[in-house]
């Protein structure tokens, strides 16, 4: 099994800057996707970025791009997204989420099997 923990979450203003960070433990992630999703009250989970961990590739939701990256730390498991340019909209619960098998619709949260807890982000204006 895969086990997904989230970190990194807080109350910022708008302009700052955040890590997250997402451990996974469990069996191997190579070849497998780690994707950010995040979501807010009233509102569906939408994706944010992914990180397909064998080769590297990273992709981004428009509303992010530019302002967010997501890397990988292949010896710690972890991957990280760190948000530069927070504004009020990016205010969210966001969560890890894996895929256990190689993906192509990457920005559908059907394709990820296992889920964090998730961590929020407050970002006032």
């Known amino acids: 099994q895969v086990q997904l923990v989230e970190s990194g979450g807080g109350l910022v203003q708008a302009g700052d800057s955040l890590r997250l960070s997402c451990e996974a433990s469990?069996?191997?992630?190579?070849?497998?996707?780690l994707g950010w999703f995040r979501q807010s009250p009233g509102q569906e989970r939408v994706f944010v970025a992914v990180?397909?961990?064998?080769?590297?590739?990273?992709y981004y939701a428009d509303s992010v791009k530019g302002r967010f990256t997501i890397s990988r730390d292949n010896a710690k498991n972890t991957v990280y997204l760190q948000m530069n340019s927070l504004k009020p909209e990016d205010t969210a619960v966001y969560y890890c989420a894996a895929a256990t098998r190689e993906i192509v619709f990457f920005d559908y949260a059907a394709e990820y099997v296992y889920w964090g807890q998730g961590t929020q982000v407050t970002v006032s204006s």
């Open positions: 469990g069996r191997t992630l190579s070849r497998h996707a």
């Open positions: 990180i397909m961990w064998r080769t590297g590739t990273t």
